[in-house]
């Protein structure tokens, strides 16, 4: 006999499945926004994937963000892996995405298909991160031929911010817009399954996402895109300065520092721990 939810009750939750390649397009289609968020370690891994994020980037921006350096050209393909393998642990249901870090791919498809490969068979991930347009067409292809889901990273590139002069919005000219779509054609072309577009002018970010079958995701370019990303840090309120682009979600950074001295002050005044927190026996 069949069950009937009684009137007024709350139906079970639907159990989440793993994002999956397949979905980009479909929510695409669907017109349905895609949600991405860097994270660099399974305590943020997991919160997120609870949170219902889409994917989790592990971001090379872990390099100034977490590991103190300037910017992320110092990065390494090891740093990576671990930081990629302990995000993977905890994702149970986010699409895990990796950046292949500056001087892992770029001297030739057969490197930047040695270090995937390494990133999938040692972290765990997805599908891997990696930054330019017609100039890595070729590594695309031999990635994607070898079954490993590319996403695709154009406008403001931070492993060529000593190109770029800085980090500065790209496609701001005629010439330059045209390029930066004839780019994500050529990406998508060669088999990518997402663009990221990174400081882009929001009506250059509208147009490629309109040009695509496959999906675009902004950061600091605009609305009209098929999708979102922010490094958590900047979402989170961990700072006293994010960028323009980003949006302060809450204030985890004032949270934990408030934690903390409340902390060092228990400790100091002997009010911590109490008897509630020993063992008699």
């Given at each position: 006999?069949?069950?009937?939810?009684?009137?007024?009750?709350?139906?079970?939750?639907?159990?989440?499945?793993?994002?999956?390649?397949?979905?980009?397009?479909?929510?695409?289609?669907a017109g349905r926004k895609l949600t991405m968020l860097t994270a660099y370690d399974t305590i943020t891994g997991r919160i997120f994937d609870a949170a219902g994020v889409d994917m989790l980037l592990v971001?090379?921006?872990?390099?100034?963000?977490?590991?103190?350096y300037e910017n992320t050209i110092p990065v390494t393909l090891d740093e990576m892996i671990v930081?990629?393998?302990?995000?993977?642990?905890?994702?149970?249901?986010?699409?895990?995405?990796?950046?292949?870090?500056f001087g892992?791919?770029?001297?030739?498809?057969?490197q930047a298909f040695a270090s995937a490969a390494r990133m999938l068979k040692e972290a765990g991930v997805q599908a891997v991160k990696i930054e330019g347009g017609e100039r890595i067409v070729k590594h695309v292809e031999l990635l994607t031929q070898s079954g490993i889901p590319v996403f695709g990273h154009l406008g403001f590139t931070p492993q060529s911010e000593n190109m770029l002069g800085g980090k500065r919005i790209q496609g701001r000219s005629d010439e330059a817009a045209e390029r930066l779509c004839e780019d994500a054609l050529a990406l998508q072309d060669a088999g990518a399954v997402a663009v990221v577009l990174e400081m882009v002018p929001a009506p250059v970010a509208a147009r490629a996402t309109e040009i695509l079958r496959i999906p675009t995701i902004g950061i600091g370019a605009g609305s009209v895109v098929d999708g979102q990303v922010l490094v958590w840090t900047d979402m989170a309120g961990m700072g006293d300065w994010s960028p323009r682009f980003a949006k302060q979600f809450g204030q985890v950074g004032a949270a934990l520092a408030a934690a903390t001295e409340a902390y060092v002050s228990e400790v100091q005044a002997q009010t911590f721990p109490g008897p509630e927190h020993q063992y008699d026996h």
């Open positions: 006999m069949d069950q009937h939810p009684l009137p007024g009750s709350v139906p079970a939750p639907t159990q989440r499945k793993r994002f999956r390649v397949q979905h980009l397009i479909e929510h695409k289609a971001g090379d921006s872990m390099g100034d963000n977490v590991l103190g930081s990629a393998r302990s995000v993977a642990r905890a994702a149970k249901h986010s699409m895990v995405v990796a950046d292949l870090p892992s791919y770029e001297a030739s498809p057969q």
